[in-house]
C-alpha cells in the first residue's frame, strides 16, 4: 500500500508539474489576437465589401442578459475554471457511457471559441490538441470579460455569426438593447443551429429558450416571476428582405471558405493571420437572379440548386445550394453528386460530331431492346414513352431529347468514348462505360456539370471553375492571386454546331410527335440559348448558356423523394427566369459562324434538304464538304450512318 501510495503520488507530482508547465509555457508564448482573428471580409467582383466579421461588440456594451444566458446554458461554471470543467468531463463520459452514445459534450465556452478561430473543423487529434492548446492560451492571456465577448461575437446563431449581428437580423436591434425574452431565445440557438433558429422552427425555438430561461434561474440569475414574463412575452421578429438576401449569400461564403482552405499559401490557422480579406467572383446580379427564382417559382418543399458562371475563365458569379441557408446549410451544389440525366447527351453528341456524324445522322427511334454479352439486355424508354417509329436527324434527337436514339449513338461511338469525353471537359467523377451513362444514369455534381458545359459555351477551352480572385492579409499584403489557365480541349467549329443543335430545344419548328424539350419556356426567352434539361424520377436539370454566361439548375429532394409531373416545367421556369434577369440589360451575344462551317436550310426530321413539300424548315450547320446534297433527297441515295439493330 506505502508503494501504491507512494507511485500515485509520484504520478501526480509529476502532473501537476506538467499542468504547470504547460501554463507558463503558454503563458511565455506570443498573445494571439483574437479581435481580428477569423475576420473574414468578403468583396465582390468589383471589390466592394458584401459582409464582413466587423460587427464586433464590445464586452462593456453587450446586454448583460446575453452574457447571463450564454453561460447558464453553455458553461455555468465559466467563471471558476481555467478553460476545462474537469467534473463536467468525467461526468458527460458516464453518461455517455451509460447511454451508449455520444450525446453529452462538455466543451467549455473557452473550448468553443478556440475551435471559431480555427480553421480546420475536421474531427481529427490534431485538431482537438491544436483546440485545447489555443484554450490554454487564451486562459492564460486573456480575461474570462474577454473570452466570453470574443465568443459571443463569433459563435453561429443559425446561419449568422456573431451575436451583434444576430441580434440585427432577428430583431433588428443592437445586442445592447435586448431584452431578457430576445436575449434567452438568441442564447438557445448555438446548440443547434439548424434546428433552434426562430425561422426554422418557431416552436422547437421556444422549447429551448425555456431551457435556457430555467438555467438562467437556477443560476440565481433571474427569478421565477421574470422567467414566466419573458417566456410569455411576444417577439416581434425583424421582417426586412436582408435575411433572405444573407441566407443566400452564406452559401457562396460556404464554398469561398473551402476554396480558402485548399489554398496552399493560406495559413490553416487565421488566428495566426490576424484577419484575411477575400476578393471573390461574386456578382450581386447573379445572386439576386437566383433568389428571385426561386421566390417566385418554389412554393413547395422541393429543395433547389443553382449556379451561374463565366464561361470564359470559370469565374463562379452567383450559387445557391439549397431553397432556404437558415434551414439547411448542406451545399446541394458543390457537395451533392445526383443523377444529370439527359443533360449529358450533349457531350456525347460532341463526340459524335467529331466521330463524323453530322446534324443530318439518322437512326430510327422506336422500342428497343439491345442485347450484350450473356444474353443481357437493357430496354431505355423515351420519356412519356413516345416514339416517332421511324427515322430521325441528330438534330431531331436533341430536340426531342430522344433516348433511343442516343443509347444507338453511345453504342455505336463505343461506350468508352463519352468517359473520355467527359473527362476532356474537366468532369473529375469516376464514369463507367455502361449503356445507361448516354441517358445520364451516374451521378456528378451541379457544379462539375456546369463547369462541363462552361466549355462548350467558351468554344471549346476547359476552365476550372473558383471563386476567389485575391487574399490579402488585414494589412493589405498580397497572400494569394488566382491565375486562370485555358487549355483548348474542343473544336470550335464543332462545339458552334453543337450550340445551334442546342438552341433548337426551344424551336416552335421541331414540334412534331412531340415538343422540343425546352418549349413551354420559349415564350420567356428573349435572346439565343443552347439549352439540355434532363428529367429522371428523381432529379429534374437544365443546363443553358450563351457567350456571356452558363447558368445550371437542379431539382429534386434530398430523401430521393419521386418528383411530380409539373416539377420539370417549374425547373425550366426557373432557369428561363435566371439568365433572363440575369442578362436583362446586356445585348444578345451569340457565336460567329466559322469560315469551315455552312448552313443549310433542311427539313428538321429528316435532315435532308428543304424542299417545297416540307411545310416547316431550319437552317442547320455543317462543316464544309459534310451538308447534305439535292442527291440525299432521292430514295436510295448514298446512306447516313446506319446502326446495325
Do not use: C
Not at 458584401?50 to 444566458?69: P, V
Not at 474537469?86 to 459534450?105: A, H, P, Q
Not at 466570453?148 to 451583434?164: A, K
Not at 462545339?495 to 415564350?523: D, H, K, M, Q, R
Amino acid at each position: 500500500m506505502k508503494k501504491i501510495i507512494k507511485i500515485f503520488i509520484i504520478i501526480a507530482s509529476i502532473g501537476l508539474l506538467f499542468y504547470v508547465g504547460l501554463y507558463l509555457y503558454a503563458w511565455m508564448s506570443p498573445k494571439l489576437a483574437v479581435n481580428s482573428a477569423k475576420s473574414y471580409y468578403f468583396y465582390d467582383k468589383n471589390e466592394d465589401l458584401i459582409t464582413g466579421t466587423d460587427e464586433w461588440i464590445s464586452y462593456e456594451s453587450l446586454d448583460q442578459d446575453i452574457i447571463n444566458a450564454t453561460i447558464a446554458i453553455e458553461d455555468r461554471h465559466f467563471f471558476d475554471h481555467k478553460g476545462f470543467d474537469y467534473l463536467r468531463i468525467i461526468k458527460s463520459l458516464y453518461n455517455n457511457f451509460k447511454s451508449k452514445s455520444n450525446n453529452e459534450g462538455a466543451s467549455t465556452i473557452t473550448q468553443q471559441y478556440a475551435k471559431n478561430l480555427y480553421l480546420d473543423f475536421d474531427k481529427t487529434w490534431e485538431r482537438k490538441i491544436n483546440e485545447a492548446w489555443l484554450t490554454i492560451r487564451l486562459e492564460t492571456h486573456y480575461s474570462k470579460e474577454e473570452i466570453i465577448e470574443g465568443y459571443l461575437n463569433t459563435i453561429n446563431y443559425g446561419g449568422v455569426f456573431g451575436i451583434e449581428n444576430a441580434s440585427k437580423y432577428y430583431f433588428g436591434k443592437s445586442a445592447s438593447d435586448l431584452s431578457l425574452a430576445e436575449a434567452s431565445m438568441l442564447a438557445g440557438i448555438p446548440n443547434r443551429p439548424s434546428e433552434y433558429s426562430p425561422f426554422v422552427s418557431l416552436d422547437s425555438s421556444k422549447k429551448r429558450q425555456k431551457v435556457v430561461l430555467n438555467s438562467m434561474l437556477r443560476d440565481g440569475y433571474i427569478t421565477e416571476e421574470e422567467l414566466n414574463n419573458a417566456y410569455n412575452e411576444q417577439l416581434i421578429f425583424d421582417d426586412k428582405d436582408d435575411p433572405e438576401e444573407l441566407n443566400s449569400i452564406m452559401y457562396y461564403q460556404d464554398v469561398v471558405i473551402e476554396e480558402l482552405k485548399s489554398i496552399p499559401s493560406i495559413p490553416s490557422s487565421l488566428i495566426e493571420t490576424g484577419g484575411l480579406k477575400i476578393y471573390t467572383n461574386f456578382d450581386s446580379l447573379a445572386q439576386e437572379a437566383i433568389e428571385n427564382s426561386i421566390k417566385n417559382n418554389i412554393d413547395t418543399d422541393i429543395q433547389v440548386a443553382s449556379v451561374i458562371m463565366n464561361p470564359s475563365d470559370g469565374a463562379v458569379l452567383g450559387l445557391v445550394g439549397g431553397v432556404d441557408y437558415s434551414k439547411s446549410q448542406y451545399n446541394r451544389a458543390t457537395s451533392s453528386n445526383r443523377s444529370v440525366g439527359s443533360t449529358i447527351k450533349p457531350f456525347l453528341y460532341y463526340a459524335a460530331l467529331e466521330n463524323n456524324f453530322t446534324a443530318s445522322t439518322t437512326f430510327t427511334s422506336e422500342k428497343t431492346t439491345f442485347v450484350f454479352s450473356e444474353n443481357q439486355t437493357y430496354s431505355p424508354t423515351n420519356y412519356g414513352d413516345q416514339y416517332p417509329n421511324k427515322k430521325i436527324s441528330l438534330a431531331a434527337a436533341i430536340a426531342y431529347s430522344d433516348n433511343i436514339y442516343a443509347v444507338k449513338t453511345h453504342l455505336f461511338l463505343g461506350s468508352d468514348v463519352l468517359v473520355d469525353t467527359m473527362k476532356r471537359v474537366g468532369v473529375k467523377t469516376n464514369l463507367d462505360s455502361i449503356p445507361s451513362l448516354a441517358l445520364g444514369s451516374q451521378p456528378i455534381s451541379l457544379l462539375e456539370m456546369t463547369n462541363a458545359y462552361a466549355i462548350l459555351a467558351n468554344e471549346g477551352y476547359k476552365v476550372e471553375p473558383y471563386f476567389i480572385k485575391r487574399v490579402e492579409d488585414i494589412n493589405g499584403n498580397v497572400l494569394y492571386e488566382h491565375k486562370s489557365t485555358k487549355e483548348a480541349v474542343l473544336n470550335k467549329s464543332i462545339t458552334f454546331i453543337l450550340s445551334e443543335l442546342l438552341a433548337n430545344t426551344s424551336n416552335p419548328n421541331f414540334i412534331g410527335y412531340t415538343y422540343p424539350t425546352s418549349y413551354v419556356i420559349s415564350n420567356k426567352l428573349t435572346k439565343k440559348y443552347a439549352i439540355k434539361t434532363g428529367t429522371t424520377e428523381y432529379d429534374h436539370l437544365v443546363f443553358g448558356y450563351n457567350k456571356d454566361v452558363v447558368v445550371g439548375v437542379w431539382g429534386g429532394y434530398d430523401d430521393n423523394r419521386e418528383l411530380a409531373y409539373g416539377d420539370s416545367t417549374t425547373n425550366k421556369n426557373l432557369w428561363a427566369d435566371i439568365i433572363e434577369y440575369y442578362l436583362k440589360d446586356k445585348e444578345d451575344n451569340w457565336y460567329t459562324m466559322p469560315n469551315n462551317v455552312v448552313g443549310v436550310l433542311v427539313n428538321p426530321q429528316t435532315g435532308k434538304l428543304a424542299s417545297k413539300e416540307d411545310k416547316k424548315s431550319v437552317i442547320q450547320y455543317y462543316l464544309k464538304g459534310t451538308e447534305p446534297s439535292s442527291v440525299d433527297n432521292l430514295d436510295d441515295a448514298v446512306p447516313t450512318i446506319k446502326y446495325e439493330e
